[in-house]
T-cell receptor, first 116, second 113 residues
Framework: KQEVTQIPAALSVPEGENLVLNCSFTDSAIYNLQWFRQDPGKGLTSLLLIQSSQREQTSGRLNASLDKSSGRSTLYIAASQPGDSATYLCAVIPSYSGAGSYQLTFGKGTKLSVIP | DAGITQSPRYKITETGRQVTLMCHQTWSHSYMFWYRQDLGHGLRLIYYSAAADITDKGEVPDGYVVSRSKTENFPLTLESATRSQTSVYFC????????????FGQGTRLTVV
């Protein structure tokens, strides 16, 4: 069974700092990986989708990388701002069939606080 | 409005009552999902649907029923609500099985008393 881990569970950084959030998964057989942010009391907002054949994706100040062989992904946030404060979740779609096929399997997230 | 919407946003119900959570998407996405989010457990899949009239169980389906008679709607019913079903419920949709983004609704906070 695929398991997704995000460490640390919480992170606090000063405004302007560049930072990296980590995501690891136990089975490298995945179709794709998606990063989300979740603000308190809100739904999940999609940030980036990386297909299994890709190594990275970029959107504005965000850059996500994927290393399937080592079961790892990182989300790089450049020049952090207080508005970046949220919980960041990564999720993978395992490439095996069965119950819940093509579902997203989530990590528990990293809660980011950017201090002004 | 375009997108994926859930209703109600908040619901309080009593143990043993039936309650239905609604999910509507305007993109004609094939796949739809119901997740619950709980402290300590994260997001867990309850049910999913690959198309109208095609549904299947996820990780935690007990006590829930779904239907999908139309592509755009995917209601989730708690047949006899229990306190353990107090949670935040999220509906999601995506265009195809893989390599397309999943989009989430704003969630329904359900409290069973």
């Amino acid at each position: 069974k695929q398991e997704v881990t995000q460490i640390p569970a919480a992170l606090s950084v000063p405004e302007g700092e560049n930072l990296v959030l980590n995501c690891s998964f136990t089975d490298s057989a995945i179709y794709n990986l998606q990063w989300f942010r979740q603000d308190p009391g809100k739904g999940l907002t999609s940030l980036l989708l990386i297909q299994s054949s890709q190594r990275e994706q970029t959107s504005g100040r965000l850059n996500a990388s994927l290393d399937k062989s080592s079961g790892r992904s990182t989300l790089y946030i450049a020049a952090s701002q207080p508005g970046d404060s949220a919980t960041y979740l990564c999720a993978v779609i395992p490439s095996y069939s069965g119950a819940g096929s093509y579902q997203l399997t989530f990590g528990k997230g990293t809660k980011l606080s950017v201090i002004p | 409005d375009a997108g994926i919407t859930q209703s109600p946003r908040y619901k309080i119900t009593e143990t043993g009552r039936q309650v239905t959570l609604m999910c509507h998407q305007t993109w004609s996405h094939s796949y739809m999902f119901w997740y619950r989010q709980d402290l300590g457990h994260g997001l867990r899949l309850i049910y999913y649907s690959a198309a109208a009239d095609i549904t299947d169980k996820g990780e935690v389906p007990d006590g829930y029923v779904v239907s999908r008679s139309k592509t755009e709607n995917f209601p989730l019913t708690l047949e006899s609500a229990t306190r353990s079903q107090t949670s935040v419920y999220f509906c999601a949709s995506k265009l195809r099985e893989v390599n397309t983004e999943a989009f989430f609704g704003q969630g329904t906070r359900l409290t069973v008393v």
